[in-house]
């Protein structure tokens, strides 16, 4: 069995055990939702289509982390006028994970993965421009999965951690994750977004 659901303005294909990311939710990680905004409902030849909604059909789903997006770069300029603009963003994202989908075609579940329970100690270093899931994990490997920790980091200390992990990551530069670790520390997230949108995968221009 499949759904068709819309949540945040758009619109996805959706199984029970499948994983995705949608527009950011105001939801606690491992929280149970459910989304009742359900446009289809498809069951091997049985289909139902709504009108908007399908009456009666409901989505459950466990919220599984929340991130953001890679950076999207924009740039704006303008011939013979000396304008030129370059700025980023990366947008909020919900991870979720489809675990019940009910309807009058019946109904089909999946068990949601262990989610380690939230401490209240950490905190989203993914929030830092060059830093993803995977370095985030190196990371809380060496201890460190705080802002204030970041903060507090040696830059060489954060270089051995990336070159201890890989040839992958032994290139990356961590030069300016302290300081934006400083400012997300201290809350001062207007200065925060502006050292972001001068820098790319977390290097200054």
Do not use: C
């Amino acid at each position: 069995m499949y759904a068709v659901i819309k949540t945040g303005g758009k619109q996805y294909k959706v199984a029970a055990g499948d994983k995705i990311k949608v527009e950011q939710m105001p939801a606690d990680i491992g929280a149970e939702i459910t989304i009742d905004q359900v446009l289809a409902i498809g069951s091997g030849e049985q289909f139902s289509i709504g009108a908007p909604l399908v009456a009666g059909a409901s989505v459950s789903a466990t919220v599984l982390a929340h991130g953001r997006h890679e950076k999207v770069h924009i740039f704006k300029m303008r011939r013979r006028k000396h304008y030129k603009k370059s700025q980023g963003h990366r947008q909020n994202f919900t991870h979720l994970f489809i675990s019940r989908i009910a309807s009058s075609l019946g109904e089909t579940t999946a068990q949601a993965p262990a989610i380690a329970a939230a401490t209240g100690a950490g905190d989203d270093l993914e929030k830092i421009e060059g830093i993803g899931p995977k370095i985030n994990q190196i990371l809380a490997n060496a201890g460190i999965t705080t802002f204030a920790q970041l903060a507090e980091t040696p830059v060489d200390r954060l270089k051995e951690l990336l070159a201890g992990a890989g040839p992958r990551y032994a290139g990356r530069d961590p030069g300016t994750w302290p300081e934006q670790a400083r400012l997300a520390a201290a809350g001062d997230w207007d200065a925060f977004k502006q050292l972001t949108d001068e820098l790319v995968a977390g290097q200054r221009k």
